[in-house]
């Protein structure tokens, strides 16, 4: 069938706009105002310095916050991929009826409003919450333990969120295993673990970097977590820009820590690129 | 074998574990919700629905809430429109960059919302046009656009090419083709494409701070600054309401999407 060449641009068209002109042209303009000048009063001042990032590496404050959230977000990433991992295996060698049920509750939070999500946190862990109620009413504890307002908190929040990203994620990989090849492992005399080890594991790693890349990158934009169950020392990079640009009304200074952040996810999911191909992400997301 | 078992079933009380995990904090919202003490934690003592009265009272809740509503629907319709075309251009067409543009419209995935907050306020600030409810959806149709994508494009990988060539050449013309045939099998994909993005909107908080103005509140802002004073029960009831929401519309359109596709086939 012939087909009109330009049929596909107009179909596009609307959407390339909106992203043109509501994403890219917007982020540019991030780019070119973290040179500006912040002026006391009124508009900013355009100009091309480097002041805004000299501010930034200035003294330790801001890189140690920079610091902090690459930190959280490692162990948010391992933590995801210890309990990820075993769930999603589950779902690759289960043969029960319950299988399409379990699979929906794993997708399940993803419909549950994010802000709820990570303030039901605080019904459990709070100086009142489930867990210290428990402790004190049986007397393991005088004294509520403090286990709200810090790192392990905000982890906890982060990991409530991200979890189904990675289990879908490990999923997809392990879903496109042919279990043959465990079959033959076996039948070539390996253990079930050998199996495992030699042949399940390494054909899952492509999922498995895939979330790790994903659990990373979200955790390093992530705004709520911290400024609901942290404290004043969690606080990540997207809260200082909140602060910066919504607080103090220092639009070049926001910028400039927006760019940091920015080159910080372009850097990793490019050299991710570079070596597993991003394609596989996106694979995983259209799942969920 | 014996060894063998003891593993799987390991396994399985790994898996349960992780889902009370998931699920306990999620439970206990709901739970809290109908506690009447004065401040919503644990022990539980009775059963009210003393807070879900005073959430319906609440008239900043319940505007927030129509707004919420609004918006969402507003740009579930919004990033379909557009959407919807686009991904029927990937899948049906061969052309030019196709890989590139598919990626370049879909990795704002990976942009973290603070950025995308703050760049389109920014842009808003230069163009010397104040924060409304316009900017709130275009940031929201821009932010759910990758995902009606990805949704609208896996589902429309599954329906074949021949169907639509099989009316043309049995004499319908473009259009009657379109409506009679790829519009009805295209359906579900819209559909899905809708719910997502209304879901994604009515849910967003982060980069919705930057956007939303005083007369613009969603629930999502509305629960945080409530937050800012304290911890009330008033915000348990809310979620508990959120989540029969947002949790029941999925299930509901799943179940009402099965019955449809089941009506059509034969």
């Known amino acids: ?288 | 074998m014996k060894k063998l078992i003891s593993g799987w079933t390991l396994i399985k009380l790994y898996t349960i574990l992780v889902y009370v995990w998931m699920f306990a904090p999620i439970v206990a919202v709901v739970i809290l919700a109908f506690n009447p003490q004065q401040f919503g934690t644990f022990p539980m003592e009775g059963f009210s629905f003393k807070w879900f009265v005073k959430l319906s009272q609440n008239s900043t809740i319940l505007d927030a809430f129509k707004n919420s509503l609004v918006l969402g629907s507003l740009t579930a319709v919004f990033a379909t429109a557009i959407g919807v075309p686009a991904a029927l251009a990937f899948i049906r067409y061969e052309f030019k960059g196709k890989e590139f543009l598919n990626t370049m419209l879909i990795a704002p995935i990976m942009i973290p919302e603070v950025i995308l907050g703050v760049a389109l306020l920014l842009f808003i600030r230069w163009l010397q046009q104040p924060k409304s409810f316009a900017l709130l959806l275009i940031g929201h149709v821009v932010l759910t656009l990758p995902y009606v994508l990805l949704i609208v494009q896996a589902r429309l990988v599954g329906i074949k090419r021949e169907y639509e060539e099989a009316a043309l050449s049995l004499g319908a013309s473009p259009f009657q083709t379109f409506r009679e045939i790829t519009f009805p099998l295209l359906a579900p994909a819209i559909f899905a494409g809708m719910l997502f993005a209304f879901t994604i909107s009515f849910d967003d908080v982060t980069a919705t701070l930057f956007w939303a103005t005083a007369q613009n509140q969603t629930v999502p802002v509305q629960i945080f600054s409530m937050l800012r004073t304290s911890i009330s029960p008033e915000i348990n009831a809310l979620g508990a309401v959120m989540i029969l929401l947002t949790v029941s519309i999925p299930l509901a359109a799943g179940y009402v999407a099965r019955r449809f596709a089941r009506g059509n086939t034969p």
């Open chain 1, 1 to 288: 069938m012939k087909e009109k060449p330009w049929k596909p641009w107009l179909l596009l068209s609307p959407s390339l706009t909106a992203v043109f002109l509501l994403l890219i042209v917007p982020v540019c303009f991030v780019v070119v105002y973290s040179f500006w000048l912040r002026a006391p009063s009124g508009m900013d001042i355009p100009a091309f310095q480097f002041g805004n990032y000299a501010k930034f590496f200035a003294d330790s404050f801001y890189p140690v916050i920079l610091l902090n959230t690459i930190r959280v977000a490692l162990e948010t990433v391992f933590i995801c991929l210890i309990m990820g991992y075993i769930p999603a295996y589950f779902f690759y060698r289960t043969e029960s009826r319950l299988k399409p049920f379990l699979m929906i509750l794993v997708m399940l939070p993803f419909w549950i409003s994010f802000i709820i999500r990570t303030l039901s946190w605080i019904n459990i862990l709070g100086d009142s919450g489930l867990i210290n109620h428990l402790l004190l009413k049986y007397g393991m504890i005088t004294t509520p333990l403090p286990m709200l307002y810090n790192e392990g908190a905000v982890i906890m929040g982060l990991i409530q969120y991200l979890l189904p990203f990675m289990i879908l994620n490990i999923y997809v990989s392990l879903d496109g295993i042919d279990k043959s090849l465990t079959e033959a492992a076996q039948s070539l005399g390996c253990t079930e673990w050998q199996a495992f080890r030699e042949v399940t594991l390494p054909l899952s790693l492509p999922g498995v970097s895939a979330g790790c890349l994903l659990v990373f990158v979200l955790t390093c934009g992530t705004y709520l977590p911290p400024m609901i169950l942290g404290g004043p020392n969690n606080e990540m990079i997207a809260n200082l820009i909140f602060k910066r640009v919504i607080g103090t009304l220092d639009w070049p200074f926001g910028s400039a820590i927006s760019v940091i952040l920015l080159l910080l996810l372009v850097i990793i999911v490019y050299t991710y690129n570079r070596y597993m191909g991003i394609n596989q992400i996106f694979k995983s997301l259209s799942k969920g």
